[in-house]
């Protein structure tokens, strides 16, 4: 029998970014609104991205205890 | 259109190509060629690699199926891949969902971006460029081959990638495609294959090592271990990149292609690590050893690439002094 697969539009991904699925208005903490522009996108979750609301792999060189849970 | 076969560098690519160009089909005097190895067996490997992907203007098409070619093929990636399987040694107890960065952060090796970030010259980058215009210009190309490969998840999860690696459906967001604008802002020549006759042996290898993956079924699992590697150290690299070239006053679209890379990679090193390799790895587990195998080649290819890169500029100990000086800091 074909399993129906858990796909979810939102994924935690432990010790880094938010991704997520779809097309988003992302509002960071200035109020400014960022529209998503790709299928899936990484949210930053560690506050320190360069591309701030998004992602860019920063979380990696943090020390654990600065990386998102 | 297609490339033109490149120049040969040794008796294997002078007998191969020159019965290539011929349109004979009778390869037995390129078979009686004796073992071969470095440039010469690198470049023979990737000129028949490529039949498979665009070809050559001076190549019939149909040899891309030749049974004598095909043989030759098979005893050039046997090489290959036991010289790369010598190199790996398998990481113990480790996840590849759990411990992956963790893993890729230990054995990362030199890197170039470092180099063009700080103190790379105009012509240096120009150079960094070319040379990697042969893997750049068929991006994601290499893994694609892997697709129809897998159980119902990991397909999924590595076309949800692949989707954005080739733009989204939007042709001007391909990647490989942002690239060639990118050579063409800074005035080179950005036809598909147009630089192979300058590129040390690391980038035939790293091609090569690609597609050996990419079109053996049996290897899927390091087709998508090297996808994984290949990511994960490509966001913050990208960053580096864009300051480098920002700090030459280089065009703005081949600024854009780095700066594409630093977010979509960011993406693609979660879901190709989480996504991709955690579904292949549920469905088929046995395939564990292989994604390591994958992403070791990864980096240690890399890692030779680059050292080759900064010793040809003289560049390798002024990159390591600034590296140990940043961490004491």
């Known amino acids: 029998m074909s399993a129906a697969f858990e796909h979810p539009d939102v994924v935690l991904c432990p010790g880094g970014p938010m991704l997520l699925r779809g097309d988003h208005v992302v509002e960071d903490a200035d109020g400014v609104r960022h529209r998503t522009t790709r299928a899936v996108t990484a949210v930053c979750r560690c506050d320190k991205s360069a591309s701030f609301p998004w992602c860019d792999g920063t979380h990696k060189v943090l020390p654990d205890r600065l990386r998102p849970a | ?329």
């Open chain 2, 1 to 329: 259109m297609a490339m033109q076969i490149p120049q040969a560098r040794g008796p294997l690519t002078e007998a191969l190509f020159g019965a290539l160009r011929s349109g004979s089909d009778d390869f037995y005097p390129v078979l009686a060629v004796g073992p071969v190895e470095g440039e010469d067996a690198a470049l023979a490997l990737w000129v028949l690699y490529e039949l498979h992907y665009r070809g050559f203007d001076d190549v019939s098409d149909e040899m891309e199926w030749d049974p004598q070619l095909l043989r030759l093929r098979v005893a050039l990636e046997r090489d290959l891949e036991q010289r790369l399987r010598e190199r790996f040694t398998s990481p113990q107890g480790l996840s590849v969902v759990e411990d992956f960065f963790d893993w890729v952060a230990e054995h990362d090796g030199a890197s170039v971006a470092d180099h063009v970030q700080r103190a790379a010259d105009r012509d240096q980058v120009l150079e960094l460029l070319r040379v990697r215009s042969i893997y750049h210009l068929k991006e994601s190309d290499p893994v694609a081959w892997v697709v129809p490969r897998l159980g119902v998840r990991a397909k999924a999860a590595l076309t949800e990638l692949q989707y954005d690696e080739y733009g989204n459906g939007d042709p001007n967001r391909l990647h490989h495609h942002l690239y060639a604008r990118g050579l063409e802002a800074c005035g080179l020549e950005a036809a598909y294959g147009a630089h192979l006759d300058e590129v040390p042996l690391e980038v035939l290898e790293q091609n090569n090592a690609m597609s050996l993956f990419g079109l053996h079924r049996r290897l899927r699992g390091a087709a998508l271990g090297h996808l994984a590697a290949f990511e994960a150290t490509s966001s913050m690299p990208s960053r580096r990149m864009v300051q480098g070239l920002e700090r030459l006053g280089l065009p703005a679209e081949i600024v854009e292609y780095y700066a594409e890379h630093v977010e979509a990679d960011a993406v693609h090193e979660q879901l190709a690590v989480r996504a991709i390799c955690g579904a292949l790895l549920d469905e088929e587990p046995e395939l564990a050893d292989d994604v390591w195998f994958g992403a070791f080649t990864c980096l240690d290819l890399e890692d030779r690439f680059a050292r080759t890169m900064l010793d040809h500029w003289g560049a390798d100990r002024l990159g390591a002094g600034e590296d140990r000086r940043e961490e004491v800091a």
